[in-house]
Structure formats: C-alpha cells, structure tokens
C-alpha cells in the first residue's frame, strides 16, 4: 500500500563537504522549497552562547522544535541541509517521508576547503577527524531509516537523484503524483 506523504531530505556532513551547494541544486531538480538552517538559528537566536573558535554553540533542542514547527506547517517538498541535522531527529515527527543524504569528501580536499575558510587550526583539525571517523553519517544512521551517502563532487547531484529513485522504489512511500515521480518519468536518465 502506497502511502500519500511528501518528502523532507536532509543534507548533513562534516562542514566543508558541498551540502548546501548540493541543496540548492536538489530543491530546484525536486521542485521543493529548501529551508536555510544558519538564517533559521539566527533569525530565531536558537543559540546559547560561541565556543573557543567564536562559532555559536546551537540549541539542538530549540532547533528542532523549530524546525518541526516550520516542517509540519508547509506543504510540498523541503530540503534542509546543516551538519547539524545529524544531531536532530526529524523523522517519525512529521507527516512526511524523510530522506537524509550524507555527503562525504575526501580528507584532502577538505582540509584545502577548511583552510581556504580561515578556520582556526584547531577547529580544522576537529572537523578533519570527525570526517575521517565518519561522524555525520554514523549519527544519521541512527537517527534516520533511510539514508544515502554520497561522495562530493561534479556527480553528487546526478548520484542523489539516482538514490533517491532507488530508494522510492525499496520503499513505495511517495504518492505517484509526486514530483520526484514527475523527474523519473521525465528525464529516463536519472531512472533506475
């Protein structure tokens, strides 16, 4: 039996991986609406205070709250992406099937990334070994049923697509008016 319910994804990694590049480019494929997780711990001073590196330590509590208030009073697709969301459990408090997407890079090229953001050495260094260790994705794991983990890169757009079928397929959630049914149906190259 299908079950009639929208879909969220959640973009999460270690910081530097490409999650809002990838975002941006998800919700305009999916048609979705993707929701700035920075402008929403701002906007709404979900935060506590700043840490040694003078970034702000978020309420994770706060945030979720908020977010499932803005989740569960939208309509349609929402792609949400934060390291953070790794954290924070979503899924099982929405009317919707939640799709959490870990991205993934290579230490090299991270830590260019990292360094080219003036990051302090230290927190370099913590972001360098949460990756390696593969913290974002372990905690998704755990924290969401349906997770896909994808390398970053020219291809990370075309690969979330491509998982993301094959996950409507596995798990035969999504309304077949949907508009992720719509990309299937209309661009044969993204079909499984």
Do not use: Q
Request: hydrophobic letters at 40%; one cysteine or more.
């Amino acid at each position: 039996m299908l079950h009639k319910k929208r879909i969220i994804v959640v973009i999460t990694g270690t910081p530097g991986t490409g999650k809002t590049t990838l975002a941006r480019s998800l919700s305009r494929r999916l048609g979705g609406t993707l929701l700035n997780i920075n402008d929403i711990i701002l906007s709404n001073k979900l935060y506590t205070g700043k840490d040694e590196f003078g970034t702000r330590i978020v309420d994770l509590v706060k945030l979720r709250k908020k977010l499932l208030e803005m989740i569960n009073s939208s309509s349609g697709t929402l792609v949400l992406d934060s390291h953070l969301l790794s954290d924070i459990v979503i899924e099982g408090h929405c009317n919707a099937m939640v799709y959490a997407i870990v991205l993934r890079l290579h230490l090299k090229p991270l830590l260019k990334r990292l360094i080219a953001r003036n990051y302090p050495d230290a927190k370099i260094k913590d972001n360098i070994v949460s990756e390696a260790l593969g913290y974002c994705s372990r905690m998704a794991r755990e924290r969401y049923s349906n997770v896909i983990e994808i390398e970053s890169g020219r291809g990370a757009l075309s690969m979330a697509m491509k998982e993301l079928e094959k996950a409507h397929v596995r798990t035969r959630e999504l309304d077949y008016g949907n508009e992720l049914l719509w990309i299937i149906r209309k661009h044969p190259e993204y079909a499984i």
